[in-house]
Structure formats: structure tokens, C-alpha cells
């Protein structure tokens, strides 16, 4: 039985940082690429890093601007996302996927609030 589990949301003021992790369990996530999303008010799910499964290729979106780090331990079966001075605008909800062919695994999202 496949269950994803995030952790690491919460409130932070601006400038602050946080760290999500995402662990999975129920298969080996060492051949799937590894996203993170996340969903702000009034704006559609958009992604916000990826990491493939050799480890090495990342993708960030443009709102990143070098503040997150996306990474992977596939021993214990973990992704992470740092994300270090945080600000209002990302404020939302924020979910791993794990995707390989058909396969496609969501967790169900960790509520991230950027306010003072």
C-alpha cells in the first residue's frame, strides 16, 4: 500500500525558512522523478522543483530564484524542499508527487503561510 506523508509546513515570517520533507513508503521512489507543487490562493497548481532520478537534474520554476533546493534520499525514501527567504506571495499549499510511467503518486499537501 503506497502512502506519501509531508511534513515541515507551517507559518513563518518574511524572510524566514522552512524545510518540507516528503516521505514515501510502499515502493523504492530511486526510479521516479521527484516534484514538489504547490497551490496559491486563487491560482492553479504550478510546480515549484523537480528532481529526476539520477539525482543531478533539477528544475525550478522562475519564482524560485535560487531560494529552494529540492533533494532526494532514496535510501530512506525522502524528498526535501529548503526554501529559505520565504515571502508572503508563497504562501499555500504545497505536495509531493512521484511519477514514473503510469504510476503517479500525490501526498495530500502541507499548508505553508508566509505572513508577519
Known amino acids: 500500500q503506497v502512502q506519501v506523508v509531508e511534513s515541515g509546513g507551517g507559518l513563518v515570517q518574511p524572510g524566514g525558512s522552512l524545510r518540507l520533507s516528503c516521505e514515501f513508503s510502499?515502493?523504492?521512489?530511486?526510479?521516479?522523478?521527484m516534484s514538489w507543487y504547490r497551490q496559491v490562493p486563487g491560482k492553479e497548481r504550478e510546480l515549484v522543483a523537480r528532481?529526476?532520478?539520477?539525482?543531478?537534474?533539477?528544475t525550478y520554476a522562475d519564482f524560485v530564484k535560487d531560494r529552494f533546493t529540492i533533494s532526494r534520499n532514496d535510501a530512506i525514501n525522502i524528498v526535501n524542499l529548503q526554501m529559505n527567504s520565504l515571502q508572503p506571495q508563497d504562501t499555500g499549499v504545497y505536495s509531493c508527487?512521484?511519477?514514473?510511467?503510469?504510476?503517479?503518486?500525490w501526498g495530500r499537501g502541507t499548508q505553508v503561510t508566509v505572513s508577519s
Open positions: 510502499g515502493f523504492s521512489i530511486s526510479m521516479y522523478t
Open positions: 508527487n512521484a511519477r514514473r510511467s503510469m504510476n503517479n503518486y
Open positions: 528532481i529526476l532520478s539520477d539525482g543531478l537534474t533539477v
